[in-house]
T-cell receptor
Framework: DAKTTQPTSMDCAEGRAANLPCNHS???????VYWYRQIHSQGPQYIIH???NNETNEMASLIITEDRKSSTLILPHATLRDTAVYYC?????????????FGTGTRLTIIP | EAQVTQNPRYLITVTGKKLTVTCSQN?????MSWYRQDPGLGLRQIYY???????DKGDVPEGYKVSRKEKRNFPLILESPSPNQTSLYFC?????????????FGPGTRLTVT
């Protein structure tokens, strides 16, 4: 699975859009980009995933560059409950172990 | 409500006393997995199961056992716990392997072995 690079920490004002970048320059054609978050020792929570196209769901939007070497997770209107560590994970899927490799992630702090 | 449950949520035990952490999901998921999370080491996979009666080792299986007799349950067994197994444990499940499905995680079990 491709390696990802994320900023260690970010702050965002409550009510503003939080944009979390992720670099995955070695991504291969079959690898998906996943985002999970972990709120203070709770179980990681799935946010969104995509392959090539931009994706949006009720939680967030995922923007993937055309060359797929980087992506941005967008939380459109951040609230205090969005304070968490956000993990960008790139992995292929194949019939077998669905292990997720969590890096160090980005610690996002929402400021009141 | 679709969810993964774990019990107990907190456990303090002594070295050598066998224990079981239960994991159950109500989503009819085929794939289940156990992770442990330690400061500075992130989440590491212990065991996984692709379906009933199919289990395999993850990255850190030593000192742990699992079983998958029913689709919904995937208990983690520590036959003789040791202090280095003090950790935060998470169970996860997804619909199946081989597709880009999201994984659902349980709330965690904080285990302390003295």
């Amino acid at each position: 699975d491709a390696k990802t690079t994320q900023p260690t920490s970010m702050d965002c004002a409550e009510g503003r859009a939080a944009n979390l970048p992720c670099n995955h320059s070695t991504i291969s054609g079959n690898e998906y980009v996943y985002w999970y978050r972990q709120i203070h020792s709770q179980g990681p929570q799935y946010i969104i995933h995509g392959l090539k196209n931009n994706e949006t769901n009720e939680m967030a939007s995922l923007i993937i560059t055309e060359d797929r070497k980087s992506s941005t997770l967008i939380l459109p209107h951040a609230t205090l409950r969005d304070t968490a560590v956000y993990y960008c994970i790139v992995r292929d899927f194949n019939f077998g172990n669905e292990k997720l490799t969590f890096g160090t992630g980005t610690r996002l702090t929402i400021i009141p | 409500e679709a969810q993964v449950t774990q019990n107990p949520r907190y456990l303090i035990t002594v070295t050598g006393k066998k224990l079981t952490v239960t994991c159950s999901q109500n989503m009819n998921h085929e794939y289940m997995s156990w992770y442990r999370q330690d400061p500075g080491l992130g989440l590491r996979q212990i065991y996984y199961s692709m379906n009933v009666e199919v289990t395999d080792k993850g990255d850190v299986p030593e000192g742990y056992k699992v079983s998958r007799k029913e689709k919904r349950n995937f208990p983690l067994i520590l036959e003789s716990p040791s202090p280095n197994q003090t950790s935060l444990y998470f169970c996860a499940s997804s619909l199946s392997s081989g597709r880009a499905y999201e994984q659902y995680f349980g709330p965690g079990t904080r285990l302390t072995v003295t």
